[in-house]
């Protein structure tokens, strides 16, 4: 049977209930516990495959090809469980498909209401394939109180009255501010949001304070009284010094184990927690440092490269060396006073990552030159990859090339892809459809060269599958003229016609990729091409 528990957070939002959440299922993981993380997201988009990074951060996307909230990288990192289209639902996946019933007379002539039509949708999404598991962790975005919620609290509300008494739990994360003009740490806006969450019929059993201050025991007392939980149940949240350490933090305040006990389990297995020691003992007593220059147009907002950012310390992780990113606005190259070596030159590793549309494209493309003629070690992803092909054959004459993405072009060494094969079958877009409809999503399988650069990286592998997100491809028609200049393709597609891997043999590390390796690095289980990757950095750092 498995237990549900409900996560919510109140007074503000970015209180980390997505990072409580993954922290939570590994501590629970750690007892020998088979968990599920879901994410319930209030917004209308039925995704947020099309919703700018600076307003959502990242897209992540699974193995069957969901895209999904940023969150679900932190669940799938924490506990290297492979989420799945089925752990994150919207409001506007949820009405789209009840609008689609209604349309098709589903309903009978009923009239369609949020209740119970929108929470009973919310509820079959909750308890959908769950039967083998433990636990199932619930994550609903946004904050108590705002409007967008309402329904899915309501769909809470109903589903701890319909399971077992002992099969369903919340907790409920809030604020503890500390007003410095005071000198004190305030318990009322709390107390607030935990009356607001009362009025929605929701009764939290455990509060997670985040807060800059220690909170004494008075301040927990004083919660614990005011809103109606054991003092026990009031586990202080505070800043921690890496997003790694907050499994083994929330360890020691108890939080595993009050909710343990308020599912009535007193006999669970002491927790193994010495993957997360070695973790946290790698990331705070690194050997040495490298600096990776990241050349990338969302630069602005770091959550836009979140898996990225991630990856690329668990490459250090693996070297046991620290990992300072240096984050670098590619337009910054298409000025006149651009100084790319006084940027670059500093650097012991260069990556461009995927992106969208033309702006800083030229940036990029330049800093891919650097990297090939300085033999700096290169690494580019997804349009880095695009971007380096296109480097490549303007490098060996082509001056004109281009990808169709930024325009009509006479040479293009990159084009959208309107048909490629799964294993669904053959898959064929519109080059004018729905942008959420035209990209290559999921995992897909790509098989190497035997005597590659990658080939090793993968420990010999022949095959691997990997996760895309593009909608372009390199026009395999440029082959040849790549590989005379040593742009090698050492990873293709099964069927010989999408290139998925260049890379140089005569550079000291130079490789493209078509998909996203970020998006399946662990800081237990680093990706191999990010390990490669850091390594050769580290080897660079000693030319210097």
């Known amino acids: 049977m498995a237990r549900f528990i409900f996560i919510t957070g109140g007074v503000v939002s970015?209180?980390?209930?997505?990072?409580?959440?993954?922290?939570?299922?590994?501590?629970?993981?750690?007892?020998?516990?088979?968990?599920?993380?879901?994410?319930?997201?209030?917004?209308?988009?039925?995704?947020?495959?099309?919703?700018?990074?600076?307003?959502?951060?990242?897209?992540?996307?699974?193995?069957?090809?969901?895209?999904?909230?940023?969150?679900?990288?932190?669940?799938?990192?924490?506990?290297?469980?492979?989420?799945?289209?089925?752990?994150?639902?919207?409001?506007?996946?949820i009405y789209q498909k009840i609008i689609a019933r209604e349309r098709r007379g589903d309903y009978l002539g009923a009239t369609v209401q949020v209740i119970p039509h929108v929470t009973d949708a919310i509820k079959q999404f909750a308890l959908a394939e769950t039967e083998d598991l433990d636990f199932v962790l619930c994550e609903i975005g946004g904050t108590v109180g705002d409007i967008e919620s309402l329904p899915f609290m309501e769909a809470i509300r109903q589903l701890r009255n319909e399971l077992e008494p002992l099969q369903t739990l919340s907790v409920h994360v809030t604020l503890v501010p500390y007003i410095a003009a005071a000198g004190e740490l305030k318990t009322k806006p709390t107390q607030h949001?935990?009356?607001?969450?009362?009025?929605?019929?929701?009764?939290?059993?455990?509060?997670?304070?985040?807060?800059?201050?220690?909170?004494?025991?008075?301040?927990?007392?004083?919660?614990?009284?005011?809103?109606?939980?054991?003092?026990?149940?009031?586990?202080?949240?505070?800043?921690?010094?890496?997003?790694?350490?907050?499994?083994?933090?929330?360890?020691?305040?108890?939080?595993?184990?009050?909710?343990?006990?308020?599912?009535?389990?007193?006999?669970?297995?002491?927790?193994?927690?010495?993957?997360?020691?070695?973790?946290?003992?790698?990331?705070?007593?690194?050997?040495?440092?490298?600096?990776?220059?990241?050349?990338?147009?969302?630069?602005?907002?770091?959550?836009?490269?979140?898996?990225?950012?991630?990856?690329?310390?668990?490459?250090g992780l693996a070297n046991r060396v620290k990992v300072n990113i240096r984050w670098i606005d590619a337009e910054i190259f298409e000025q006149a006073d651009g100084d790319i070596t006084a940027q670059l030159e500093p650097l012991h590793a260069i990556l461009v990552p995927g992106g969208f549309g033309e702006r800083g494209s030229e940036g990029k493309i330049a800093s891919v030159r650097f990297a090939r003629e300085r033999n700096v070690p290169f690494f580019g992803i997804c349009l880095g990859m695009q971007m380096a092909c296109i480097e490549g054959a303007r490098a060996v004459g082509h001056s004109a090339a281009s990808s169709t993405e930024f325009g009509i072009t006479d040479e293009p060494v990159v084009g959208i892809i309107t048909e490629w094969m799964s294993k669904e079958g053959l898959q064929q877009r519109e080059a004018g459809g729905d942008l959420g409809g035209t990209m290559r999503l999921g995992a897909y399988p790509a098989k190497l060269a035997g005597n590659s650069h990658v080939s090793a990286i993968y420990g010999g592998a022949t095959e691997i599958s990997e996760r895309h997100r593009h909608r372009y491809e390199v026009n395999v028609a440029y082959r040849e003229a790549l590989e005379s200049d040593g742009l090698v393709f050492s990873g293709m597609s099964p069927d010989g016609l999408l290139p998925e891997i260049v890379e140089r043999p005569d550079h000291p590390w130079f490789v493209g990729v078509q998909f996203h390796p970020e998006l399946k690095s662990r800081p237990f289980d680093p990706h191999p091409l990010f390990s490669g990757f850091i390594a050769a950095a580290v080897h660079q750092s000693r030319l210097v």
Request: hydrophobic share 35%; proline share 6%.
């Open 193 to 315: 949001s935990v009356r607001e969450l009362a009025g929605l019929g929701i009764k939290p059993d455990i509060l997670l304070c985040r807060s800059e201050h220690f909170i004494p025991q008075t301040e927990r007392n004083k919660i614990a009284q005011f809103c109606n939980v054991r003092p026990e149940a009031v586990i202080p949240a505070l800043d921690a010094p890496s997003i790694y350490s907050v499994p083994l933090q929330y360890h020691e305040e108890g939080l595993d184990t009050q909710v343990l006990r308020s599912f009535g389990i007193t006999d669970a297995p002491d927790p193994d927690l010495a993957r997360w020691l070695d973790v946290t003992d790698r990331y705070f007593h690194p050997e040495g440092e490298v600096t990776i220059g990241v050349v990338g147009k969302y630069v602005g907002l770091q959550d836009a490269y979140k898996s990225l950012n991630e990856a690329l310390i668990h490459g």
């Open 14 to 93: 970015s209180l980390g209930k997505g990072l409580m959440a993954a922290s939570l299922a590994a501590l629970l993981q750690a007892r020998g516990y088979k968990v599920r993380i879901r994410k319930f997201d209030p917004y209308l988009n039925v995704d947020p495959g099309t919703m700018s990074p600076y307003q959502h951060g990242e897209v992540y996307v699974t193995d069957d090809g969901a895209e999904t909230d940023l969150d679900l990288g932190h669940y799938e990192r924490f506990t290297g469980v492979s989420a799945r289209q089925s752990d994150n639902v919207t409001s506007g996946w």
